[in-house]
């Protein structure tokens, strides 16, 4: 960093805390934890503390948040300030370093398109764009207590109407939404390569309430600021193969965007072992700095293109791919046989960790069958898909589910997950094939990408 900017951060920062100072002298009213959750709620049976109070309270609090968890930039600082709902924005990625980042070298729009119908307001507050996806960021208030709201039948659309083709959307739903308050999310937009955002765009949404669909059709009309998301993709060869466990892995080339990198890889079809999933690959500077994966990936075949945060903004010196275990198992042990009569295993994997299989013929939601697997420590709290959507029965019909059961047995490293299908309409034995597995190779591996 440069003196004249290092100068300009100290000076920034030191600005902040004399700010947090002052607002920490600020009374706090009791009836805070009332309005204040995923942004500011309303006061419950009370005098309404005025306007200017919430703002302060609000201030105050995001600063402390702020200044004792991560390094503010002036950049930073000054969208805090600018740009309405940004907390909440900031609540969303602050564990995205790359979307963090982003964000402080002024990739982003404010959108602020506010539209109400039947008691819900729904504003579009931001928009973050790339060659690679769009980032919407939204904001939900209702005038009554709903156990959940979610947005729902989201599209893109031209300004002639035409509906862009996207790859994949991803968002989530809001549980337990009070009135008044102000809930906000994040909408993942993945569009297909040959797809160009145009410079208007029209987001089109609906909004379920408890499930059912009771806003149809809002439309927002965004106007894309082209110029503010010129950012080109970099692209980097690698062209380098390693061994990690006696299994070859061919890294071919990353694709570096401003809200993520996309790291081109390839397993060698002559690998005794099937490969799922990386525990701590992760891209490292050479200051130790580290951008992690963010758990998406897409597959075909042995192809493999894999999602990190974004370092565009940064732009290390040097920079290494680091990893020291992932999951695998033997392609000769991928099959799972169950014989449904005697509710046992007829061939499994031989390292034992799947302890036991049952059936369940009780409720609707809860008929099917369920299996106990052992887990490693590690993987306590991570909700893996045992086997893939399809079961295989003895005359060679496919039975295909789509919904799982997880559950961990408290005290234990014992992980059980069930598939919701009718097992009456199955001839065993019946066969599974395995699509993630808690077996491990171990191996410290560095591959130097620049």
């Known amino acids: 960093m440069r003196r004249e900017e290092a100068s300009m951060f100290e000076k920034e920062e030191k600005k902040l805390y004399e700010l947090k100072k002052e607002y920490g002298n600020v009374e706090i009213p009791s009836e805070i934890d009332d309005f204040i959750r995923s942004g500011i709620r309303k006061v419950k049976n009370t005098t309404r503390p005025s306007f200017w109070k919430i703002g302060m309270v609000a201030a105050s609090i995001l600063l402390i948040i702020f200044l004792t968890s991560i390094r503010v930039s ?59 996806q769009m980032l919407i960021f939204y904001t939900i208030e209702s005038d009554l207590n709903y156990p959940t709201i979610n947005l729902s039948n989201i599209k893109l659309k031209s300004q002639s109407g035409e509906e862009l083709d996207v790859d994949g959307l991803s968002y989530g739903s809001h549980g337990e939404v009070m009135k008044g308050e102000k809930v906000s999310g994040q909408i993942k937009v993945i569009y297909s390569d040959k797809e160009v955002i145009p410079e208007k765009i029209n987001f089109e949404t609906g909004v379920n309430i408890n ?41 071919e080339k990353m694709e570096i965007h401003p809200t993520r990198i996309a790291l081109f890889l390839e397993y060698d079809e002559s690998n005794t072992h099937e490969i799922f999933r990386f525990d701590d690959i ?49 392609k ?25 299989v049952w059936l369940d013929d009780g409720e609707k939601d809860r008929k099917g069958i369920y299996f106990q697997i052992e887990v490693d420590p590690k993987d306590h709290n991570y909700f893996f898909s045992l086997f893939d959507n399809n079961i295989i029965d003895a005359d060679g019909t496919v039975h295909e589910y789509t919904t799982r059961t997880y559950s961990y047995i408290d005290g234990t490293n014992l992980f059980e997950q069930g598939m919701i299908v009718d097992t009456d309409k199955m001839v065993s034995p019946i066969t599974f094939k395995i ?16």
Not at 214 to 236: C, M, R, W, Y
């Open 332 to 356: 000769d042990e991928l099959e799972v046989v169950v014989d449904l009569e005697k509710e046992s295993i007829i061939k499994a994997p031989s390292d034992k960790r799947l302890k036991k």
């Open 74 to 132: 002036p950049a930073f600082a000054n969208y805090v300030s600018t740009i309405p709902g940004m907390e909440r924005i900031v609540e969303l990625i602050h564990h995205n370093k790359g979307i963090m980042s982003a964000v402080e070298n002024d990739y982003l729009q404010e959108v602020g398109i506010t539209k109400e119908e039947d008691g819900v307001s729904l504003t579009i507050d931001a928009i973050i764009v790339d060659e690679a």
């Open 435 to 450: 699509a993630e597995y808690p077996s491990r190779i171990t191996e410290e591996v560095k591959v130097k990408i620049k």
């Open 282 to 330: 992760a891209l490292e500077d050479e200051k130790g700095n580290r951008w992690i994966s963010d758990g998406s990936s897409s597959m075909e075949d042995n192809k493999i293109v894999m999602y990190f945060e974004s370092n565009y903004f940064s732009e290390p010196q040097q920079l290494n791919l680091v990893f020291s275990s992932f999951t695998a198992l033997p």
């Open 211 to 251: 499930e059912v669909e009771v806003i149809k059709g809002l439309n927002f009309p965004i106007e894309v600021d082209t110029q503010k998301f010129s950012a080109i993709t970099h692209e980097i060869a690698i062209d380098k193969s390693v061994e990690a466990g006696e299994q070859s892995i061919y890294f």
